[in-house]
Nanobody
Framework: QVHLVESGGGLVQSGGSLRLSCVAS????????ERWYRQSVGAEREFVAA???????NYAHFAKGRFTISRDRAKNMVYLQMNALKPEDSGIYYC???????????????????WGQGTQVTVSS
């Protein structure tokens, strides 16, 4: 099991910045990719950014040039630096970790996802 806890959300004016943090605990050695998602009121949860174990990154179109995903392996931390924030960026931001492990009964590779509780981001106009 992997446990994730987000922090760093809050209220910021349009054009401002926030840095979100996510700390992982438990079976962290099986994580091959970490991601950020967000969900605004009345909308579906959407992908924001991803960081693979190889160091490869991927961003939603709205995040390119404004958001940066990074990590501190020694602290089991993943960050999302958000700059030039807009009111439409408001919502609950969730940390996500994808894991893989070998299962011998039956022989297989098992994939799992784990979610944090979310942290609220509000951007005023």
């Amino acid at each position: 099991q992997v446990h994730l806890v987000e922090s760093g959300g809050g209220l910021v004016q349009s054009g401002g910045s926030l840095r979100l943090s996510c700390v992982a605990s438990g079976s962290v050695s099986g994580i091959y990719e970490e991601r950020w998602y967000r969900q605004s009121v009345g909308a579906e949860r959407e992908f924001v950014a991803a960081l693979a174990d190889t160091g490869q990154t991927n961003y939603a179109h709205f995040a390119k040039g404004r958001f940066t995903i990074s990590r501190d392996r020694a602290k089991n931390m993943v960050y999302l630096q958000m700059n030039a924030l807009k009111p439409e960026d408001s919502g609950i931001y969730y940390c996500n970790a994808a894991t893989s492990r070998i299962d011998y009964a039956p022989p297989d590779i098992k994939y799992d996802q784990f979610w944090g509780q979310g942290t609220q981001v509000t951007v005023s106009s």
